[in-house]
């Protein structure tokens, strides 16, 4: 899918790498962004091209008042995650909810919501989930997240079929770290997120179904392609 003319939406677009999303949109020739975040009041504006939009992932009725009020989306970002789950034996049953509340089922209740809004769309269009390396193999420092991310990554394959035939692309990104709030306190090269950013949009131009967006992820894709088990051994030496 072409980037320019298009209209996207990016959910959890006030911080991190959803902000940096808006603007990588917007200098790729997007026609209008909705910057979809829980608190609207801290998205960033200034382009008259940014529709700031409510809404809270984990909630049906603003998925519902959203699909209404952004009716014309032809690219749909899922970028809304969160990250509570550590060591899947010390983690709380709550905290590893949480997780799959946010990354797994509001995910998927947003792609179910804007569904109709996507069918309509005359040249076609795509949704991007913003996932995660550990979707493909799971980094025990973060077990919780990783299975969170596994099974949105799941999800995503399993809407591919059916999609596909209602012209409507379903692309997986699978950042390594990016430079946000989320890992502020791990201590690990990061990627800035703008770069990050642009690297998803590129790979929505080139249609990829697996988006490899930085350094360490096209790193790891290499161990992932040669085989699987590679990447789990890479992940738990981390
Ligand atoms: N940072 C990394 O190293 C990394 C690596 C790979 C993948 N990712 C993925 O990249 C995406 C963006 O993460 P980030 O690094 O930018 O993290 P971040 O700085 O912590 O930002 C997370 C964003 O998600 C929003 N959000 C959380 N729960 C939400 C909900 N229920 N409804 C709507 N918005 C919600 C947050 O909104 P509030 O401000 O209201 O909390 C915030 O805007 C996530 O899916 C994450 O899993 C991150």
Same mark, same amino acid.
């Given at each position: 899918?072409?980037?320019?003319?298009?209209?996207?939406?990016?959910t /959890?677009?006030?911080?991190?790498l /959803?902000?940096a999303l808006v603007?990588? &949109? &917007?200098e790729?020739?997007a026609?209008?962004?909705y910057?979809a975040?829980?608190?609207?009041s801290?998205?960033?504006?200034g382009? $008259?091209r940014?529709?700031?939009l409510a809404?809270?992932?984990?909630? $049906?009725?603003q998925?519902?008042?959203?699909a209404?009020?952004?009716?014309?989306?032809?690219l749909?970002?899922?970028n809304?995650?969160v990250?509570n789950?550590m060591?899947? &034996?010390t983690a709380?049953?709550a905290?590893m909810?949480?997780?799959?509340r946010t990354?797994?089922?509001?995910?998927?209740a947003v792609?179910?919501?804007?569904? #109709?809004v996507?069918?309509?769309?005359?040249? /076609?269009?795509?949704?991007?989930n913003?996932?995660?390396?550990?979707?493909?193999? !799971?980094?025990p420092a973060?077990?919780?997240y990783?299975?969170?991310?596994?099974a949105a990554?799941?999800?995503t394959q399993?809407l591919?079929?059916e999609?596909?035939?209602?012209?409507?692309?379903?692309l997986?990104?699978l950042?390594?770290?990016i430079?946000?709030?989320?890992?502020?306190?791990? #201590?690990? #090269?990061?990627?800035?997120p703008v770069?990050v950013?642009?690297a998803?949009?590129?790979?929505?131009?080139?249609g990829?179904?697996?988006i490899? $967006?930085? $350094?360490m992820?096209q790193q790891?894709?290499?161990?992932? !392609?040669?085989?699987?088990?590679?990447l789990?051994r890479?992940?738990?030496?981390?």
């Open positions: 899918m072409k980037i320019q003319g298009s209209v996207a939406l990016v /959890g677009s006030n911080r991190g /959803g902000r603007s990588a &949109l &917007l790729a020739g026609d209008k962004v910057a975040a829980r608190d609207v801290r998205v960033a504006s382009d $008259p940014v529709v700031p809404l809270d992932t984990s909630k $049906p009725e998925i519902a008042a959203a209404r009020a952004a009716g014309d989306v032809t749909l970002v899922n809304a995650g990250s789950s060591n899947v &034996l709380s049953q905290a909810e949480t997780d799959f990354n797994v089922f509001g995910t998927l792609i179910k919501g804007f569904l #109709p996507l069918e309509i769309a005359r040249d /076609g269009a795509a949704i991007v913003v996932l995660s390396l550990v979707s493909l193999g !799971s980094f973060m077990g919780g990783s299975a969170s991310k596994a990554y799941s999800i399993s591919r079929p999609l596909r035939r209602k012209r409507i692309e379903i997986a990104a950042p390594g770290p430079d946000t709030d989320m890992v502020k306190d791990l #201590p690990i #090269p990061k990627t800035n770069d950013a642009r998803v949009l590129a790979g929505v131009e080139r990829e179904e697996e490899f $967006p930085d $350094p992820a790891m894709r290499t161990l992932w !392609s040669r085989s699987p088990k590679e789990e890479a992940f738990a030496a981390l």
